[in-house]
């Protein structure tokens, strides 16, 4: 009972530290500039540890670790795979997004087309791969409450699902994007601070010696060397291999096209802090990553993996359960509320950044600019964000119940495939090529949207993987249904390439001089900033 009073209590000043923050910051808001981008008032610096705060998510924390402990070498692409995204928005995004545009991935887009059907567009993407991104974040919160309450009950489950949507919804309404990025940095300081912690009591039980860890790992696994090596998960078959060359192009290409990380950049008054907030992040998030090498393996090591949960989602805060004594043990007890807190922390960071993100594009792009043809008062566009944050809210939720059985790390790296097959065609052309148009851009991400989605729908993740041996289904849908026609489960490797090919066919066979005209316009903002330096004035 007085693990369960602790557990609660750190859960609770978790809650409370977030909830106190963002009415903080609702003090500090007024006017869209404030709400939508924190009225371009952090530095590199703290935009650079909400980033890793907003990018570092649950998927990070507990889907990677889990995919390392059940699969090895194969589940550590992930890591390789989110970090080396980051030189792709560095090089590619991160500064000619800031400088040319002003509050979603639309304005950018926008700048050079006609503004209804290019807005219509980049609103559906951003809402479809925030509520993929979603999904992950929330079953990660179910899994993590019952674990703490030692209750395997759906219900409880499904009533921790609701709480976090509401508590998300709370955050965005409130706080805005003030609110919003504090609670981002809070939270990456607790999720480096609370991961380092377990990887040095990892550490010390293998007395610092990596290779050890590794060889127990492997041993303990029940694998053996093949633990380490490639091909333990996505190995066997041809269709596995390539469903790996798959995944890796789309965690290595989808950062560079997910809105939540793309808007962070409006939140620097300088493209100087943009770069600078680009760096910080990354040498956080490279650091983190190589944490999760020594989570995975050393939950592989010390733990019996055959009683983690089939998704492996529970690796990260059993394995601190272990080295701080084990399970019934005082150390153990703090260690795993600590961890579990720090994760519901970063889960509440991410949900709230994601639902910003898509409900600011639904007010601002559809809303304002398609409806009310750029007339819509400061007041009614923020009115209108709060409405759609309730709403894509309950969405997420709604969807959020039925895919608890997925692994997050897979959840996630479905919304990067998304996010690349859809928005990083547009942007890249938008920034890169004059010839780009109108209907390039809505075919583009068109395109890369329906086939992204759509061969996900016929993927054996919604049905046709059958049951694991403790009965539980494996896909989405019940086993007697099977529409799984296309063998990948990561689209990313047919549905990229389409996204280009869309935006390129849509492109050369329209015409648009006034595109044209307008991008040598949209190239000198986005190289030198003038125009970005005119929206903050404005």
Do not use: C
């Not at 009614?380 to 309950?394: H, K, L, P, V, Y």
């Not at 897979?410 to 495939?417: H, R, S, T």
């Not at 759509?454 to 539980?472: A, H, R």
């Amino acid at each position: 009972m007085d693990d369960q009073v602790l557990t609660t209590t750190l859960f609770l000043a978790v809650v409370a530290l977030t909830v106190g923050i963002t009415f903080w910051a609702s003090r500090q808001s007024s006017g869209t500039a404030d709400f939508y981008a924190g009225g371009r008032s952090f530095s590199g610096v703290q935009n650079g540890l909400a980033i890793g705060g907003d990018y570092m998510s649950a998927a990070s924390f507990l889907g990677i670790s889990g995919a390392i402990a059940l699969s090895g070498y194969d589940g550590f692409l992930y890591s390789i795979g989110f970090l080396v995204a980051w030189l792709v928005a560095l090089l590619l995004v991160a500064e000619m997004l800031r400088n040319s545009g002003r509050y979603t991935m639309a304005d950018q887009l926008a700048y050079r087309m006609r503004q209804r059907p290019v807005r219509m567009a980049a609103a559906s993407s951003t809402v479809i791969v925030s509520i993929f991104y979603l999904l992950a974040q929330m079953v990660g919160a179910g899994a993590l409450v019952t674990l703490l309450l030692g209750v395997d009950d759906q219900a409880v489950k499904n009533l921790t699902i609701v709480a976090v949507g509401a508590l998300m919804v709370f955050y965005v309404t409130v706080g805005g994007m003030k609110g919003t990025t504090w609670v981002q940095i809070v939270k990456a300081v607790l999720l480096m601070s609370g991961s380092a912690l377990i990887v040095v009591l990892v550490l010390i039980k293998f007395n610092f010696n990596i290779s050890d860890l590794l060889g127990s790992a492997a041993n303990n696994s029940g694998a053996g060397s093949a633990f380490l090596e490639p091909g333990l998960k996505y190995g066997a078959t041809m269709t596995s291999k390539i469903d790996f060359l798959s995944l890796g192009i789309a965690l290595v290409l989808g950062t560079a096209g997910l809105p939540h990380i793309l808007i962070r950049f409006y939140t620097v008054p300088t493209s100087r802090d943009a770069r600078k907030s680009v760096l910080w992040a990354i040498g956080l998030i490279g650091v983190f990553y190589l944490f999760t090498l020594v989570l995975g393996f050393g939950a592989a090591a010390l733990l019996d993996t055959s009683t983690l949960d089939a998704a492996g989602n529970l690796a990260s805060p059993k394995l601190a359960e272990e080295v701080g004594g084990g399970a019934g043990s005082t150390g153990g007890a703090i260690l795993l509320a600590l961890i579990a807190a720090v994760a519901f922390a970063t889960i509440l960071a991410v949900v709230a950044g994601l639902v910003l993100t898509s409900s600011a594009s639904v007010a601002h792009d559809i809303y304002n600019n398609v409806v009310k043809k750029g007339q819509a008062t400061e007041q009614q566009e923020i009115r209108m964000t709060r409405i759609a944050a309730a709403a894509i809210g309950a969405i997420a939720i709604l969807l959020a119940i039925p895919a608890q059985n997925l692994n997050i790390a897979f959840l996630v790296a479905l919304a990067f495939a998304v996010a690349a097959s859809a928005n990083l065609p547009a942007i890249v052309y938008n920034m890169f090529w004059r010839r780009f148009n109108t209907r390039g851009a809505v075919w583009s991400i068109y395109g890369g949207l329906i086939s992204s989605v759509g061969l996900v729908i016929f993927s054996p993740i919604v049905s046709g993987k059958g049951e694991d041996p403790t009965g539980k289904n494996l896909s989405l849908l019940p086993t007697s249904i099977d529409i799984s026609w296309f063998p990948l489960e990561n689209p990313g490797i047919v549905s990229i390439p389409l996204g280009f090919f869309f935006g390129w066919l849509g492109s050369v066979t329209s015409r648009e001089p006034e595109a044209e005209e307008r991008y040598n316009e949209l190239e000198v903002r986005a190289l030198t900033g003038a125009g970005a330096e005119q929206a903050v004035q404005h």
